[in-house]
């Protein structure tokens, strides 16, 4: 598999990770697993803060389990840049809230590759709004 085709697993398997509903739990470890230790999230809400993979694992969880008891995400689409050992990926996530609704955003993720495998060094996403639309290229995989 080449180094893009691994990088797009990967983002897919993220976003599968954080899937969940009432019959189906989230994979909470395989979330964080391709993360590098300590990298850093950036959550699209403003001002902007610096969380951590566990923070964003246990609030994500305490929403599970109270306001969002289903979230399904997926790839819409993605743009991956490779040199050597570096990669930066735009990945367009629909999000399926259920009765909540859906969304999209476009995630900025940071990888680098180390003994073979693509892992996350640090990662950053904002949403679309009526004023901030996806444009139509980003929307379908390389």
């Not at 085709?5 to 395989?30: C, H, P, T, V």
């Not at 300590?38 to 001002?47: C, E, H, I, T, V």
């Not at 050992?85 to 999209?104: F, H, I, K, P, Y």
């Amino acid at each position: 598999m080449d180094d893009r085709a691994q990088i797009r697993a990967l983002i897919e398997r993220q976003f599968g990770s954080l899937s969940w509903s009432k019959s189906r739990r989230a994979d909470w470890d395989g979330f964080a697993a391709d993360f590098l230790p300590d990298a850093p999230l950036y959550p699209g809400s403003r001002p902007v803060t610096r969380t951590s993979v566990p923070e964003f694992i246990n609030r994500m969880r305490g929403l599970s389990k109270t306001s969002l008891p289903e979230l399904d995400e997926r790839l819409l689409g993605d743009e991956i840049y490779v040199f050597g050992n570096v990669a930066v990926a735009l990945a367009v996530c629909e999000l399926d809230e259920g009765e909540g609704g859906m969304s999209r955003n476009v995630e900025a993720i940071l990888l680098v590759k180390s003994e073979g495998a693509w892992r996350i060094a640090g990662q950053a996403w904002d949403t679309e709004t009526e004023d901030q639309q996806i444009p139509s290229h980003m929307l379908k995989a390389e």
